[in-house]
């Protein structure tokens, strides 16, 4: 029987695998087998935030209680209704945590196809397409972790320090991004740290906790890295933009508290401190404003079309990768793990901020 990691969503730390009856396939619907998926602190955050954002919509339990949390991985086709897609096929896309997927193929193409379900048809076209591997020209089998763990990370990553550039960073020229160690985190800023010397540069400061303060100093691409307990040390005249890859609102209080008027702007985009969120109402300076990537692409897609944007994320890829596989300092380390108890041991670690900074967990159920 098909089965399923269910979390229940009053209580994250609540977790069950719920088991299903296989139903037979309808017309046009493609049955996978999910092989293997990356789970990060990014998974964590489409938890926290599963009902105000929806991430809870796209593989429903059957049970308004619970829920199960899309991960990045990748399947293969065990059986087809669909003409154009094979058993034995390979897909690259977004999953539930289970062993089986069953979706329904439209607008397929040679490289790609949506999830027409009816369920997913008001949620955001950038999570319900999948890509075919063996057409799919940047697709390499030995790098299947690296994909799954940070490329959709780092499209958040690229899109966020766009973002800011395309504002001017709101006029301040310093930017503080909290949960510093996480991988979206220092994606963005590596893509900061890439305009420095330009007239676009900016000083990029992190936080983060004690535990992680020397990895996050390794990765060299923070102008300066605090503690959280430290933040108030920083000059509070000087305009700041904030990013909150945390959701901490003790933090986010603190730091529109010291900052006011000169916090320029406050992007709320995680919550890896899921159970030390709360609202943004009544503070000091800006309101917080949540940051959705996909509004950003469809405006630089308008901008400098899709090929545009794909070679500039491209070449933002290319450049990302040096670091993160550099054979003496590699900002990554691939963990592999395989069964319930591996998934549960993952979850539970990323839940409670065990997880090594430097591990990304690559599992198979």
């Not at 954002?53 to 796209?58: A, Q, R, V």
């Not at 897909?91 to 949506?114: C, H, M, Q, T």
């Not at 999830?115 to 999570?127: K, S």
Request: charged content about 20%; proline content about 5%.
């Amino acid at each position: 029987m098909p089965t399923t990691f269910t979390i229940e969503r009053s209580n994250l730390r609540n977790t069950r695998w719920a088991e299903s009856e296989r139903l037979p396939l309808g017309d046009g619907a493609v049955r996978f087998h999910v092989d293997s998926f990356a789970l990060t602190s990014n998974n964590v955050t489409y938890a926290a935030f599963g009902e105000t954002m929806n991430y809870w919509g796209f593989f429903p339990t059957g049970s308004a209680s619970t829920g199960c949390i899309p991960v990045w991985g990748f399947a293969d086709v065990i059986e087809s209704h669909c003409e154009g897609i094979e058993v034995g096929e390979r897909f690259y896309g977004y999953w539930p945590i289970a062993d089986e997927a069953v979706l329904l193929p439209v607008n397929l193409k040679r490289g790609s196809f949506v999830d027409g379900a009816p369920h997913r048809r008001e949620l955001h076209a950038l999570y319900n397409q999948y890509t075919r591997c063996s057409a799919d020209p940047a697709y390499a089998a030995a790098q299947e972790a690296q994909q799954a763990l940070l490329r959709p990370l780092f499209i958040t990553s690229f899109v966020i320090d766009d973002f800011l550039a395309d504002n001017g960073f709101f006029g301040a020229r310093r930017v503080i991004l909290s949960s510093a160690s996480s991988k979206t985190a220092y994606g963005t800023a590596f893509c900061l740290s890439q305009r420095r010397g330009t007239d676009e540069g900016v000083e990029v400061i992190g936080l983060t906790s004690p535990g992680n303060l020397d990895f996050t100093h390794g990765l060299g691409c923070y102008d300066q890295v605090l503690r959280y307990a430290d933040v108030a040390t920083l000059p509070a005249a000087t305009p700041v933009v904030y990013v909150d890859f945390s959701g901490d609102a003790t933090l986010r209080a603190t730091i529109h508290s010291h900052w006011s008027d000169e916090l320029r702007y406050s992007c709320a985009v995680g919550g890896t401190h899921w159970d030390a969120l709360g609202s943004g109402k009544g503070l000091a300076g800006p309101r917080p404003v949540q940051f959705f990537a996909p509004a950003q692409i469809k405006k630089r897609m308008g901008d400098w079309g899709p090929g545009g944007l794909q070679q500039r994320l491209a070449e933002a890829w290319r450049a990302f990768m040096v670091p993160v596989g550099d054979a003496q300092n590699p900002w990554l380390r691939v963990v592999r793990g395989r069964g319930r108890a591996a998934v549960e041991a993952a979850y539970a670690a990323l839940l409670a901020g065990r997880s090594r900074p430097s591990d990304g967990h690559m599992l198979s159920i």
